[in-house]
């Protein structure tokens, strides 16, 4: 998609949004997997210990609060929403497909969500947030 957008002749404002869901999903991506291939430790009520071997086979950890756990699932839901609100105006203003009657569709282009913040793995020392 990154390849192919400059040559669409697409308006600045769609490549931007365009843009900005790629970043976006990196981002989500990047997230989840770090989540999904973790092993959990969970001490006292407030303290979560994420951890995994990174490629280099070295131990890194996160240990967010599970309000920032919350936060990461609350980004991909409102990225899935962009990017169906996003891909709806495409499919309805460039590819000439119109909505028919009781379609859910949406007929304005969307606002930027902020971007989603990355998890932050690391194999420094640092002090376990919520003993």
């Not at 770090?34 to 210990?49: C, D, E, F, T």
């Not at 599970?66 to 891909?87: C, K, N, P, T, V």
Request: one cysteine or more; charged letters at 25%; proline letters at 10%.
């Amino acid at each position: 998609m990154r390849e192919t957008l400059p040559a669409r002749g697409w308006p600045e404002n769609v490549l931007a949004l365009v843009s900005h869901f790629n970043a976006a999903h990196q981002i989500c991506y990047e997230n989840r997997n770090k989540i999904i291939h973790s092993n959990l430790s969970v001490g006292p009520r407030q303290a979560i210990l994420l951890y995994k071997a990174n490629r280099d086979g070295k131990t890194v950890l996160d240990n967010p609060p599970l309000s920032e756990l919350r936060r990461g699932a609350d980004d991909m839901h409102i990225y899935f929403w962009f990017g169906l609100q996003l891909a709806n105006m495409i499919n309805i203003e460039f590819e000439g497909v119109k909505p028919k009657a009781g379609d859910r569709a949406y007929f304005a282009w969307p606002d930027k969500p902020p971007l989603p913040i990355p998890m932050e793995y690391t194999s420094d020392p640092r002090p376990i947030r919520g003993l």
